[in-house]
Nanobody, 127 residues
Framework: QVQLVESGGGLVQAGGSLRLSCAAS????????MGWFRRTPGKEREFVAA????????DYSVSVKGRFTISRDNAKNTVYLQMNSLKPEDTAVYYC????????????????????WGQGTQVTVSS
């Protein structure tokens, strides 16, 4: 079992930045691919970014590519999502997820491939 706890969400003005963190505990010695997803009311959960456990490959949704960066610190069992140039449409609850059933070249965007999920952190971008 792996427990994931997100932090770093909050209220920010459009054009601003936030960095989300996802701390993992439990069976963190295993090799987990980490992903970030988000959900807004009335919409399905949306893929945002992911990084293969080896660190060799990352993937981003078209809507965030060039603005968001995923990274991980294996020594701290933590994955980050640096979000720059935030837009009101980025407003959502952001979730991190972990899974083992990934090839190095993905795909990483399918939420059903992830085994563990955090409880989410709210990000609100004001215009």
């Amino acid at each position: 079992q792996v427990q994931l706890v997100e932090s770093g969400g909050g209220l920010v003005q459009a054009g601003g930045s936030l960095r989300l963190s996802c701390a993992a505990s439990g069976r963190t010695s295993s090799r987990y691919t980490m992903g970030w997803f988000r959900r807004t009311p009335g919409k399905e959960r949306e893929f945002v970014a992911a990084m293969h456990w080896s660190g060799t490959n990352t993937d981003y949704s078209v809507s965030v590519k060039g603005r968001f960066t995923i990274s991980r610190d294996n020594a701290k069992n933590t994955v980050y999502l640096q979000m720059n140039s935030l837009k009101p449409e980025d407003t959502a609850v952001y979730y991190c997820a972990a899974g083992q059933r990934f090839y190095s070249n993905g795909p990483f965007y399918r939420d059903y491939d992830y085994d563990y999920w955090g409880q989410g952190t709210q990000v609100t971008v004001s215009s």
